[in-house]
T-cell receptor, first 112, second 111 residues
């Protein structure tokens, strides 16, 4: 079975550019989570969806961040405009309800 | 929100040694998971253990929900056990889906 798929794996962009991160959850999972990992703040939950509906976005740092889940097999996290402090590894995870979460390989974002 | 504390923050082991990692949490939990983040950054599921005891090979875990802690045991450690071990919990109070991660325990296993 394919695990959680994320793309791209690495992204380097300049400050001010729009960045879109993509995630495909495990088939049959109905919850999807976006996390950010930095040395300073560790792993932070940004937003999560259940049955394609955003449940809690209180972890989204600013209005520059937005996330969508148009269907059960695809989600995006967008940063517009990007800033150097957004540099981090962004993980997507999926689960059935809030049971065991499975993480994707992550996207390493560098904003110069 | 729920607070999660992991100890020790760092651990250096010689290959073959045993160790215990601890995760304390400040409130009742619905769910608790242990993860291993390998040196390549991948987060690997170890245990989904909101209560009770589980074993998987050289690893085992115990969660005592009433006393608000969980333990991860590594026996006969190997160099491939190196990495960061995270505990993540979902609280019961207005916390559906809100998983809080601890800061992790950095483990280095030397040959």
């Amino acid at each position: 079975d394919a695990g959680v798929i994320q793309s791209p794996r690495h992204e380097v962009t300049e400050m001010g550019q729009e960045v879109t991160l993509r995630c495909k959850p495990i088939s049959g999972h109905n919850s999807l989570f976006w996390y950010r990992q930095t040395m300073m703040r560790g792993l932070e939950l940004l937003i999560y969806f259940n049955n394609n509906v955003p449940i809690d976005d209180s972890g989204m740092p600013e209005d520059r961040f937005s996330a969508k889940m148009p269907n059960a097999s695809f989600s995006t996290l967008k940063i517009q405009p990007s800033e150097p402090r957004d540099s981090a590894v962004y993980f997507c995870a999926s689960s059935v309800g809030t049971s065991e979460q499975y993480f994707g390989p992550g996207t390493r974002l560098t904003v110069t | 929100g729920i607070q999660v504390e992991q100890s020790p923050p760092d651990l250096i082991l010689q290959e073959g040694a045993n160790s215990t990692l601890r995760c304390n949490f400040s409130d009742s939990v619905n769910n608790l998971q242990w993860f291993h983040q390998n040196p390549w950054g991948q987060l690997i599921n170890l245990f989904y253990i909101p209560s009770g005891t589980k074993q998987n090979g050289r690893l085992s875990a115990t969660t005592v929900a009433t006393e608000r802690y969980s333990l991860l045991y590594i026996s006969s450690s190997q160099t491939t056990d190196s990495g960061v071990y995270f505990c993540a919990v979902e609280g019961t109070t207005d916390s559906w889906g809100k998983f809080q991660f601890g800061a992790g325990t950095q483990v280095v296993v030397t040959p």
